[in-house]
């Protein structure tokens, strides 16, 4: 069974760090894009980041610009979130998921992807 796995999510204040990781099982998706996602309680899923299979390609949300930084460990193929200045508003439901086509270049449509995780949850405090 393919699983994707989040963790690292929790309570921090305003300001704060935290450090999201993703670890697939039944298949590493090395050859896949990777992105995250966020729900924020009745709001769509929105984008966050995203990182193509090699790594060079990185994209990110405008609201997380300069403040988030996706990466992916070849040799461990986990895909990470590491979250700076964390704010209230980026109080949400955090998802890994996987792209749906090999060398697919990773894109911010959540259909692009077909393996999500069951997602870890991030609140920020004021």
């Known amino acids: 069974q393919v699983q994707l796995e989040e963790s690292g999510g929790g309570l921090v204040q305003a300001g704060g760090s935290l450090r999201l990781s993703c670890a697939p099982s039944g298949r590493t998706f090395s050859r896949n894009a990777m992105g995250w996602f966020r729900q924020a309680p009745g709001k769509e899923r929105e984008f966050v980041a995203a990182i193509s299979w090699s790594g060079g390609r990185i994209y990110y949300a405008d609201s997380v610009k300069g403040r988030f930084t996706i990466s992916r460990d070849m040799a461990k193929y986990t895909v990470h979130l590491q979250m700076n200045s964390l704010k209230p508003e980026d109080t949400a439901v955090y998802y890994c998921?996987?792209?749906?086509?090999?060398?697919?270049?990773?894109?911010?449509?959540?259909?692009?992807?077909?393996?999500w995780g069951q997602g870890t949850q991030v609140t920020v405090s004021s």
């Open positions: 998921a996987a792209h749906g086509v090999v060398y697919g270049t990773p894109g911010r449509k959540a259909d692009e992807y077909d393996y």
